[in-house]
């Protein structure tokens, strides 16, 4: 009796979900990498770069915060002076600024001076100043002493964003929100979007972001851990004149957020923020964007529990400085005494994807997992944008090998 093999029609090679610019770098990388290489990106808005890559400080950061060998100081130091060669290549608005990182207490002293040596370790040229040099670079902050990082710089990381997307040359298309996978390990993947369009792959990238979670499990790999939401909230400075460029408080190493710092963007404003509050939705983008279903999810898992426990003083103040705009005006006039209640106006928030280990730590590297036939980037936030070409081309390298094997 003779078989007859049936010849699986796929429709791409490589299926990345996620029109972020991670996801975007991923495919431009893999496009860069091996010509001919059939790519599809599968975004759920209309756009790409909607929310992490488009709600944020737009800071192309330099590496000095990370730890030494870990994949955020090296993709983070190699990653900024990448994408300030991308955008001056593509024409896209960008500066390389430096920013301060001031000291406002004595008890900032020694995490201030542990952040010169971590910097130097990193490879990162940073300057030492004393408080009365702090106002050669920014005439209106005060603080006890500070750092100059000078590879620090500001870009458009949505045109960065778009600039993938053309440039990979893969077939984008938006409106395809993921509702169901069928991955089969012999066969290959099989994605239906809510539109009822299925599109078949070899191998699937997870790039999804604030839901990279939940596209592990409905493709079968178990991620061990969930993204908690955390929301940033932002102002704009009503008078932009108090602040030259980019000043930041020497933050915490307990926690990956780096405080509420002022920010003089791409178009001249000055946003302050952000802080960093639990979100009743995973786009929860103001406290009244409440998704029950998903507050369920982070309510399951035991991370979240451990997390809430262990850090409560901490996140107590968060959502002080969240309901109360007097509490956050405090906050910056630690920086920027000069600063007054009025000169802060409220603008877009954006919403920070941190995955949560099962024990309750808060995962502080990026995080990339492969399954069968799959690549997931599992945690990805700040400086992940920076970071994005390093990190697509270390995701399409995992791609290509699960390609070539299968």
Request: proline content about 6%; charged content about 25%.
């Amino acid at each position: 009796m003779v078989q007859v093999r049936h010849e699986i029609a796929y429709d791409c090679d490589v299926l990345v979900i996620g029109g972020g610019i991670v996801g975007l770098s991923t495919a431009y990388a893999i496009t860069r990498a091996a010509p001919g290489t059939r790519v599809a990106v599968l975004e759920k808005e209309s756009g790409p770069a909607r929310h992490q890559t488009g709600r944020n400080s737009g800071v192309i950061h330099s590496g000095v915060y990370y730890r030494p060998g870990s994949l955020k100081a090296q993709y983070a130091v190699r990653g900024a002076a990448e994408m300030v060669k991308f955008c001056a290549e593509y024409g896209i608005a960008h500066a390389v600024t430096g920013k301060l990182i001031v000291a406002t207490d004595r008890a900032e002293l020694p995490r201030l001076h542990a952040l010169v040596q971590r910097g130097r370790e990193n490879g990162i040229p940073v300057k030492e100043l004393g408080g009365s040099q702090i106002q050669e670079y920014e005439p209106e902050v005060r603080g006890l002493a500070a750092i100059h990082v000078g590879t620090t710089g500001i870009c458009d990381f949505v045109a960065v964003a778009r600039q993938l997307a053309e440039a990979s040359g893969a077939d984008i298309r938006y409106d395809a929100d993921v509702v169901q996978i069928d991955r089969r390990p012999e066969r290959g993947v099989a994605v239906r979007t809510a539109a009822g369009d299925v599109v078949r792959a070899r191998v699937l990238v997870n790039c999804a972001g604030l839901y990279c979670d939940r596209i592990a499990r409905l493709t079968g790999d178990e991620p061990g851990m969930r993204i908690v939401p955390f929301r940033g909230e932002y102002y704009e400075l009503a008078r932009p004149e108090l602040v030259r460029g980019l000043v930041y408080p020497v933050p915490d190493p307990a926690f990956p957020f780096l405080g509420v710092h002022l920010t003089r963007g791409i178009d001249g404003g000055v946003h302050i923020g952000p802080n960093a509050v639990p979100a009743l939705a995973r786009e929860g983008y103001g406290w009244g964007i409440v998704r029950p279903r998903e507050v369920a999810v982070t309510l399951a898992w035991p991370g979240a529990w451990r997390m809430a426990r262990r850090h409560w003083r901490y996140g107590a103040g968060e959502l002080r400085r969240s309901v109360s705009k007097a509490a956050f005006v405090d906050a910056v006039r630690r920086l920027l005494p000069a600063a007054e209640e009025a000169d802060l106006v409220p603008t877009a928030a954006g919403v920070r994807a941190q995955a949560v280990l099962r024990d309750g730590a808060l995962v502080d590297d990026f995080l990339i997992k492969e399954g069968a036939r799959a690549v997931h980037v599992l945690n990805a936030p700040s400086p992940a944008a920076t970071a994005s070409l390093p990190i697509g081309r270390e995701v399409a390298r995992k791609a290509l090998a699960m390609l070539g094997s299968v």
